[in-house]
């Protein structure tokens, strides 16, 4: 059952690298800076039913859970982020059935980042079937404070001690700082007069 | 221009890889031994547009030229080859526009494969272009006679010495005769009850 | 401590590519067509140890088995065979253990191939390790002949009708003649005066 | 003559994947976040000969130019930067032979990372070279400011606007306290007895 979730994940990031590509061909503009996919293990799909309150079966696993299939992309600006959600979006093949946008309302502890749930079609040997695969896109500094938060929050078991929540709050804000600063610094270059 | 055709190379391989693992999981077989993609050279491009006396240019290679994306499936028996072919054809977004059974009906030197012409929607970061690709699908034992006849024909500049053509021939004969051999193994081993 | 020795297929697959490429740089021809990898599973290298008689250890393991990490190497030509088993034996940091010339004596089955094992060191984060590896280097013909056996062998489990066996070894027979037929053709070509 | 450098980036990229697929096992941490390989290009070649002082020839970018090979590095933390470099330098058969630390003293626009040269042997199919590579080691943080710095630099054809110039400083110790507060909290979480 997972395979076919992993099929998916090949046909997204084909998908992502062409439109990458394009755009270092066209713009000499590489918009994603690099792609990271996971499939989610058996133990945490069979912890997310629970939590859901679902019995741990296939059917349901299929039926009540979207992230199975999870493509990270990581962006130089935010900018890049909405750009790529946009195009992906588009395509003949792709539904999108769902948008969390974490940046413009980050998270309670601080995360940032932009969420799609889409479907696209697989062709199997014998018939084809529709799989969702949750993409998140987010910037370097995004995704650096993000994988912190990460291996915070599992250490601490899901309890991180107040000291260290704030600290984190902090660093998210401090990140977006640099994130603007980097951005206004780009736009500037972009819109300066070349001097060759 | 020669990116789009890129594009669909990336394409075919990841349907093609898919079908290969999911026959590799279900029945715990890979029938295709591995694939080689290649896109061809602006030289070869405006030789081709020449010999069949068009002018050249990019318009004409795209309306006249249908090969210049190509992937090359190897596999281990002539039954897969069909198999494949079958599986690709049937997809929902693949378009077959034509196919050339050299296997059924080898051409004169003794060249065995089966080509398919198929066409692929790829989503560009503003549209959709449908590309074609062509697919040659062959054995192990033909794609070895294949790779020695290709070297020998540029060698002798396409004027192959009619000793050494003989001799290709029988090579191919005798090629023909060892895939028969090792399918009818094959075969018989898949009908003994095995003894496990 | 299956991770040393997949390191070691690491390293001796970046030599042979860089064997490969340089060989396709400099003289326009690829000797390898292609490099698989494997390690030994814990179950096989469990029951290697109880055939030899030894009791079941890491240490064992160590000790006695030398082709925990094999590399397949296919090459077009038998020549080609001997040409890559040179160079991989001539460097300074491989020490070859053993040679196995099934090519020359081939196994009462109908098996050919070279074996080596070469022992490399591995840089770790905190020390250097020997570690052994197998490397079997033989013709895509034989390689075809050699994995159709290999399944023939574990579907009867180990113990081939008599049937099967003989026509096995017919097979063997035509790959020989098919190989030689095969590389006195390139013979052939590489002596004619080029017409180009 | 850019082959053997090609080479040289396959070994050390080998070298580092085992250091860090190592401390992925050993400590479930992977210290190396990415790595990126580029060979300079014969323009960049010739220019830096010109600079330099030397006639434009393959003898003298041998003998003159160290950095014709590269590799970046991209670390989580500069803690882990320093490590990588120990380890690597410390390697029998690696020459470091020079170390430049832009961490410690950052270049005057602000550019950190640690730069290496080291010496490799790459085993040809006929004899053994020792080839130079630079290793740029840096945390996500310096990365990101460096290849914006590094666009800046080009659009401005190496004269950037003093206004820039200063915001990009002032990015660079943004970023300097960004990865000391990441730091902190990744030493805070370590420490802390874990929940579990």
């Known amino acids: 059952m997972l395979l076919n979730y992993k099929f998916a994940l090949d046909e997204i990031s084909t998908k992502l690298n062409i439109l990458n590509e394009e755009l270092q061909y066209i713009q000499n503009y590489n918009p994603i800076e690099h792609l990271k996919t996971r499939i989610k293990s058996p133990e945490s799909i069979r912890d997310k ?6 019995a741990v079966t296939t059917a ?15 962006c130089s600006f935010s900018t890049d ?6 195009m992906i979006g588009k395509q003949g093949d792709v539904t999108l059935l769902e948008v969390k946008d974490y940046i413009a309302k980050p998270k309670p502890n601080g995360y940032k980042s932009l969420h799609l749930i889409v ?14 695969v949750e993409i998140q896109i987010r910037t370097i500094a995004m995704d650096f404070w993000a994988s912190l938060e990460h291996k915070i929050y599992y250490k601490f078991n899901e309890s991180v001690p107040s000291g260290i929540g704030s600290q984190l709050k902090e660093a998210a804000e401090l990140i977006a700082a640099l994130d603007e ?16």
Not at 49 to 54: D, F
Not at 64 to 74: F, L
Not at 119 to 132: G, N, Y
């Open 119 to 132: 479907q696209i079609p697989i062709f199997l040997t014998d018939r084809c079937v529709d799989v969702p």
């Open 81 to 86: 982020v909405y750009r790529i959600a946009e």
């Open 60 to 74: 349901n696993a299929i039926q009540h859970i979207q992230d199975i299939a999870g493509v990270r992309v990581i």
């Open 181 to 196: 600063r980097m951005f206004s610094l780009n736009e500037q270059m972009q819109e300066s007069k070349a001097e060759v």
């Open 49 to 54: 039913l629970v939590r859901k309150g679902h």
